[in-house]
């Protein structure tokens, strides 16, 4: 058993991570307690750690309700990698394995159990569950997805309905319900359907700070910017599209470019799915096209970018599928292309629908995540407040942050718009308006005499993307309406008659054209990636040699952090976040041979010529606050993103100066104080914080003492 006496040392024991994910300690001190708890959190943001943990420290086995087999699969090999007793039963086991499983749990082999629930329910099952309970007891239910019990959600699943009935046979096993979802309705249906008894809510932030969110317009050069995105970007990529036609026609020209890529619809047969999917899980392919039929399910941490080539249905798809990217917390980029044209064909599905109040719904909801794909604000702040979440935006990680749209005011052009309509007496779209505006010659115009009317031609300076452009804005801003009988004819409301009155201004977001920016240009950067791909190809190696996808034996941040590091030792390796004991012992040489290998190569130290250790590497933790610093976030804000105390931010920022980091003090210390703390140690030396301190004065603080030191010593050593 492990050697550890509080929570973290039994996280870095048996998973290797040395911090605990916003939310995650609580969520575990409450399952040890034996509370019921439902858990809310984004995906990505650490669920499974919630009752994994519990399950090892606690006595007998842990009942784990997933929906999925692959799901369970993966789960358990990943767990299994961190040498941990977990299993599962289901249908993809010949009688002899079941037996011989069962076996092993009613002899107190297993600490966690995964299943679906129509097994767990099935008369067969439950009296072995009990006599597992008799033998060795169990210490939790967790019930994964568990807004599959929820006719509200995105997946409802009969069989969770059933779960209920566990609750009634083992009224005093604890309960954790798990859940990705974001709506209120679906959470307190989970409570109820499951009766929870006086659940603990954990709600973390629907906020993914490591995501970087943009929306381009889906021009012409939309596949050009598609294949850019791939190809300036590392690692696996999906791609959603709206139709399987689509899904093909996109995989088929991603081929002829030389980029991996499979698809993934409901038109292949089971086998074909299931067989691309692992073969996107393992690496051997690096995209995935795809409907939305592909997603849950997917447990790739490592997926570094989402493209919407169509847009999504509502925003909280959008938000559900663009989240599966960088769930292992490493930056990743989510790009939607919105056109026009995929709004009809979203309509359109809409319109097959029967129940009118469905198709109102729908239609709502798209309407919302156009507004979000033609919004200004930052994305985050549209996004996590659809979720009810307030978010005080300027996040510096999505594109209307980082480049601000320009607004421009279009008053004149609306109300040379909206009189146009008006003259056309509202019968006609908006094509045939910005023919008239621009004094088109053509039959519709002569017919209708059109060419007439006082605002014939008086729209030649714009063009005609420009027209269409502003027309769209004042169609989104409710400005103008639009028949829905297929027709889209152009009505005028009480808002455009103010606008005609000049009793309202019109702005629209002008587009401006951006570059995609990468995100680390340096050189240290580019060897870091030489290395990386080095221990890259050595972990599919290993991952190959074992069936299982790579990440499960380091994931991408392990793997970046060693690149950085290059530790040379076996206790330096175990330091890095994502290195527990089973994994130390298991791949610590082989990672260590490769980087040692790499050094040589490069003519760089290798432990037997350098005497001080890599002390000026900066950790996984710090990187994190540096990045933050970064994107131009204070302390303060730092703290709350990382729910941690500005004592420890203050601490990340002065190590990171110390070990010569790009933070920028003058963004924390006005120059005159640094000077004034810089002379200070310049006279006293190396010394401890309280005599600078009294040196000094009261107007100065512990925290500006330590960043400046920081700087100080770094300067220092440099020398
Ligand atoms: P969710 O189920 O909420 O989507 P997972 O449980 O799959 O999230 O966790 C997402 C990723 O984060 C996994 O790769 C997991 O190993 C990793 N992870 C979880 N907790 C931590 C932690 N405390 N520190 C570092 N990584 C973590
Ligand atoms: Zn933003």
């Known amino acids: 058993m492990a050697q550890y006496s509080n929570l973290e040392q039994a996280l870095k024991y048996y998973f290797g991570y040395d911090n605990f994910r916003p939310g995650q300690r609580q ?16 995906t990505g943001g650490g669920k499974s750690l919630c009752f994994q943990l519990p399950a090892l420290l606690k006595k007998g086995i842990s009942i784990v309700v997933s929906p999925l087999i692959a799901l369970m699969q993966d789960q358990v090999e990943a767990l299994r990698d961190n040498g941990i007793a977990a299993t599962f039963l289901n249908s993809s086991l010949n009688p002899y394995q079941t037996r011989s499983r069962e076996e092993a749990i009613v002899n107190g082999k297993v600490k966690l159990l995964y299943v679906a629930p129509e097994r767990l329910l099935s008369d067969r099952f439950l009296p072995f569950l009990d006599l597992v309970h008799h033998q060795v007891g169990i210490s939790a239910f967790a019930i994964d997805e568990a807004h599959c019990v929820s006719e509200w959600g995105h997946d409802f699943r009969p069989e969770y309905r059933q779960l209920k009935s566990l609750r009634k046979r083992y009224p005093d096993i604890p309960t954790l319900a798990l859940t990705a979802t974001a709506t209120d309705r679906v959470r307190n249906d989970i409570i109820q359907q499951l009766a929870l008894k006086q659940p603990t809510v954990h709600v973390a932030s629907f906020n993914r700070p490591n995501l970087y969110y943009e929306v381009r317009p889906k021009t012409k050069s939309a596949y050009a910017e598609l294949l ?26 991603l081929e002829h470019d030389k980029i991996s890529a499979l698809s993934y619809h409901a038109g292949l047969t089971d086998e074909e799915r ?41 925003l909280e798809s959008y938000y559900q599928e663009s989240g ?14 919105f056109g026009y044209g995929d709004i009809k064909t979203i309509e359109f599905l809409i319109n097959q629908r029967s129940d009118s109040q469905e198709q109102m719904i729908a239609k709502q909801q798209l309407r919302q995540m156009i507004d979000y794909a033609e919004g200004t604000d930052c994305r985050r702040t549209i996004q996590i407040g659809y979720f009810g979440e307030r978010f005080p935006g300027s996040c510096g990680n999505c594109d209307n942050c980082r480049h601000p749209k320009p607004m421009q005011d279009w008053t004149i052009e609306a109300m040379k718009f909206l009189s146009c309509v008006a003259r056309c007496k509202e019968r006609f779209g908006m094509l045939h308006i910005i023919d008239v505006l621009r004094g088109a010659k053509n039959q519709k115009i002569n017919q209708n005499e059109h060419h007439k009317l006082s605002t014939y031609g008086i729209g030649k300076d714009r063009s005609l993307d420009e027209w269409r452009m502003l027309g ?19 009505r005028l409301n009480a808002l455009s008659w103010e606008v005609m009155r000049r009793q309202r201004t019109v702005s629209i977001a002008v587009p401006v054209v951006q570059k995609i920016t990468p995100e680390y240009g340096t050189e240290k ?18 991952a190959d040699e074992q069936s299982v996808p790579p990440y499960v034996i380091f994931q991408d941040s392990t793997l970046k952090l060693m690149a950085q590091v290059q530790p040379q030792t076996k206790v330096e390796f175990s330091k890095l976040s994502g290195v527990g004991s089973h994994k130390l012992a298991q791949y610590g040489d082989k990672f260590l041979a490769e980087i040692r290998a790499y050094r040589t190569e490069q003519g760089l130290l290798t432990l037997e010529d350098y005497s001080t250790p890599f002390v000026n590497s900066p950790s996984e933790t710090e990187l994190y606050t540096l990045q933050l610093h970064q994107q131009g976030f204070n302390v303060q804000e730092i703290a709350q993103k990382r729910n941690i105390r500005p004592t420890t931010i203050i601490r990340h920022l002065s190590d990171l100066v110390e070990k010569n980091q790009p933070v920028d003090l003058n963004q924390l210390i006005p120059l005159e104080r640094q000077q004034k703390i810089w002379q200070v140690l310049d006279t006293l030396g190396d010394i401890s914080l309280n005599p600078i301190k009294e040196y000094l004065g009261e107007s100065y603080s512990y925290d500006e ?11 220092t050593r440099k020398k």
């Not at 969520?27 to 439902?38: F, K, P, S, V």
């Not at 970018?305 to 847009?311: N, R």
């Not at 599966?324 to 292309?337: I, K, Q, V, W, Y």
Request: aromatic share 6%; charged share 30%.
């Open 27 to 42: 969520i575990i001190e409450g399952a040890l307690q034996n509370r019921d708890l439902l858990v809310v959190m984004p």
């Open 228 to 253: 850019e995105i791939i190809r300036e970007n590392e690692g696996s990529g999906i791609i959603y599209c709206l139709t399987r036609k689509k899904v093909d026609e996109i995989t088929l020209k």
């Open 274 to 314: 299931s067989k691309n999917q692992t073969r996107f899980i393992r690496d051997d392919v690096r995209i995935m096209v795809a409907t939305i039929a592909f997603g849950m399910g997917i447990n790739k941490p490592d997926v570094r970018f989402v493209i919407h080539y169509d847009i999504s249905r509502n």
């Open 324 to 337: 599966r990217a960088g769930r292992d917390g490493e930056p990743s980029r989510c790009t939607l292309f």
């Open 472 to 490: 769209r804005s004042l169609l989104h801003q409710g400005l103008v309406e639009q028949t829905n009988d297929g027709y889209s004819v152009l």
């Open 525 to 542: 950067a580019a060897e870091v990636e030489v290395l990386m791909q080095r221990l890259r190809s050595l972990r599919k190696q290993l």
């Open 705 to 715: 003492i330590r960043l400046v030191r920081g700087k100080w010593r770094g300067q």
